[in-house]
């Protein structure tokens, strides 16, 4: 009987291992997400995995040869737990891949994350100062911005998350 199990990459080298473990036969899945990262103030699409180094590879139960798995360019090692090899459930697996397209990828571009200006007007949603008003100085990376506050006649900066703010 068949069933999928988890191995750790080297670093940064998902992608080698998967083509590798591929030209020797192995049924192999490495789900990717598509989204957009915020880069010099635009947002750009990226696929990147979704589980950055570990792929599933599909193997018979009783597998005589993990050297031969483990020796593969790209493989770091076999993850187990209590020295047995980790299985992966079947369902874990058809649920993710019930979300992928074709080509194993999740495409979020759905879900835009907001790109502010600086100088748009804000109100903060959550938190200590909930219901208040701010101007955007600048967003800080994909999930968090720094605004300008004014608090008792002074101007402050306060770096929240993008979920705790909406345009006004």
């Known amino acids: 009987m068949k069933r999928w199990y988890l191995l750790a990459t ?7 291992a998967q083509l590798h473990l591929e ?8 789900p990717q997400v598509r989204k ?6 635009k947002q750009v699409p990226v696929e990147e995995p979704l ?3 570990y ?14 798995i483990r020796s593969t360019r790209g493989v770091s090692q076999l993850v187990r737990f209590a020295e047995m090899p980790a299985i992966v459930p079947e369902r874990v697996v058809k649920t993710l891949k019930s979300r992928c397209d074709e ?11 907001h790109v502010y200006a ?11 100062f909930r219901g208040i008003t701010a101007i955007i100085k600048e967003q800080t990376g994909e999930d968090r911005v720094l605004l ?9 900066e306060l770096e929240l998350p993008l979920d705790q703010i909406r345009s006004t």
């Open 148 to 156: 300008l506050l004014d608090l008792l006649g002074k101007t402050r």
């Open 36 to 41: 957009f990262r915020i880069k010099k103030g």
């Open 10 to 16: 080297k670093p940064r080298e998902d992608e080698r």
């Open 118 to 128: 600086s100088g748009d007007e804000i109100e903060i949603t959550d938190g200590s």
């Open 103 to 113: 080509k194993g990828v999740i495409d979020l571009t759905e879900e835009t994350p």
């Open 51 to 53: 589980f950055p180094r």
């Open 55 to 68: 792929i599933f590879i599909h193997l018979d139960e009783v597998v005589s040869n993990w050297s031969r």
């Open 23 to 30: 030209n020797q036969g192995y049924r192999i899945f490495r």
